[in-house]
């Protein structure tokens, strides 16, 4: 497929009114470039929070494709995943579905997503994990919330409750992902942690817990336990919100 950043520099000359070709000075003058310096003007002296979610999101795609209008796209990707996590959590596949975004543009959003995912990684490195739970929590959202299966991941930590590994367990279908407790213990035993925090999505969206998620936690806590290492919260993600398994009581 070509890149679409090329292809939309290949469109007809504007035309004046009276039918004929804007003279070669003019003819880059589409009328979003005034628009384009205006939010940024806006950005510049205002920040962020002077724009809307997707004027943040046309912000960026003026970057990825210089010669359209970006704005009707930015509003399509907003309107099809609902927010602008949203755009960055989708799938490549999903996000070519929309008109105007192709391979390349794709590509790029996923590549500014895992970015921002890494940041928040890299804020948890070094940190007592308990003491910094907010960002715990922010990193698995933006991890896992917009994934389409359900993911099983282990935070694990050393026996100061620092990080010592963030892994991917199993990954399943639209409402399952098989979890092994004896592979869990064994992993923790081979990085040597003394302590996990489990976490899985729910791509309903819903982060309520099921009676499976339940008993399937009580079984790794109790495996987990013989060998002296502790399962501080299993936290379930959802697009909108969490839950803690401990907070509710549950564990």
């Not at 070519?96 to 804020?123: N, W």
């Not at 407790?181 to 040597?192: H, N, T």
């Not at 399937?216 to 987990?224: C, G, H, S």
Request: hydrophobic letters at 40%.
């Amino acid at each position: 497929m070509a890149d679409e950043r090329s292809f939309f520099g290949k469109q007809k000359p504007s035309m004046s009114k009276a039918g004929s070709a804007l003279p070669a000075s003019l003819a880059g003058q589409e009328h979003y470039h005034g628009h384009r310096e205006r939010l940024r003007d806006r950005f510049r002296e205002l920040g962020d929070t002077a724009l809307a979610d997707y004027e943040i999101l046309e912000l960026l795609l003026f970057r990825l494709i210089p010669r359209r209008d970006t704005k009707p796209i930015a509003k399509a990707l907003i309107e099809r995943f609902g927010s602008l996590s949203g755009v960055f959590g989708a799938p490549p596949a999903l996000l070519t579905e929309v008109k105007g975004v192709g391979e390349a543009v794709a590509l790029d959003l996923k590549l500014i997503s895992t970015v921002a995912h890494r940041t928040l990684k890299s804020e948890l490195r070094s940190k007592q994990v308990l003491s910094s739970w907010s960002s715990v929590i922010q990193y698995c959202h933006a991890a896992m919330a917009h994934e389409t299966r359900e993911q099983f991941r282990i935070l694990f930590l050393d026996k100061r409750n620092v990080l010592i590994a963030d892994e991917v367990q199993g990954r399943g279908t639209v409402d399952h992902t098989p979890v092994y407790p004896r592979e869990v213990v064994k992993r923790a035993l081979e990085l040597s942690a003394t302590a996990m925090i489990l976490v899985h999505n729910h791509p309903s969206g819903d982060p309520t817990p099921s009676r499976a998620d339940i008993d399937m936690t009580k079984v790794i806590i109790d495996a987990a336990k013989a060998l002296d290492i502790t399962v501080h919260d299993h936290v379930i993600i959802g697009k909108d919100g969490h839950v803690s398994l401990k907070g509710l009581k549950l564990i």
